[in-house]
């Protein structure tokens, strides 16, 4: 079962949110969401998310897969986050996956984890960081090493999708996208 920790901040993006951790789900992968704060997390559409856990209390446990929702301000407080940013260069050191999308990418631009890769996100969200260090690929999805990144809610059905395929196989995808019907 690969296991995977989703940290959800004030002012996610929800779609991107609940469209990894349902279809991580149907997949059969076991997710935690964490919230950066105590309590309920207001989305960034005032969708109310109630988080398993705290992120604190994850620090210390390892995941197969780090998936990061975007959304403003949401992908700006997960690149605040120490806890989030040690996990994430402890999980890049290990080789771990690790999905961004939309703003998310910034989080990881932020804690260096984008030199040398191709990358993809919601346009102008990489703008301040600097693009000599990273190339900007305008794709949906975009897998670079253990790095998974996708562009914003509408492609984050191919973004989980791919997710399930890079942790789990192309079966397990299969099995997953077959009932959704999709065209």
């Known amino acids: 079962m690969n296991s995977t920790l989703i940290p959800l901040a004030p002012g996610c993006e929800e779609l991107e949110a609940v469209t990894v951790i349902d279809l991580l789900r149907r997949a059969d992968f ?11 997390i207001i989305a960034s559409r005032r969708t109310v998310l109630v988080p398993d856990v705290l992120l604190v209390d994850m620090a ?19 690149a605040e986050s120490k806890v989030l940013g040690r996990m994430l260069v402890e999980q890049h050191e290990r080789g771990g996956w690790i999905g961004a999308i939309c703003a998310a990418p910034r989080v990881l631009a932020t804690h260096g984890l984008l030199a040398g890769r191709r990358v993809t996100s919601f346009p102008g969200a990489l703008d301040e960081f600097d693009g000599g260090s ?32 890079c942790c789990a196989g192309r079966e397990r995808r299969a099995a997953v996208e077959g009932p959704l019907q999709r065209p």
Do not use: C, K, N, W
Not at 30 to 40: E, F, K, N
Not at 60 to 78: E, S, T
């Open 60 to 78: 210390d446990q390892l995941f197969d897969l780090i998936a990061l929702p975007g959304g403003l301000p949401g992908a700006a407080h997960l």
């Open 30 to 40: 076991d997710v935690v969401t964490a919230g950066l704060v105590d309590g309920p």
């Open 134 to 165: 990273f190339q900007r690929v305008d794709e949906p999805v975009v897998i670079d090493g253990h790095i998974v990144t996708s562009r914003g809610p509408g492609t984050a059905m191919d973004f989980a999708l791919t997710l399930i395929e």
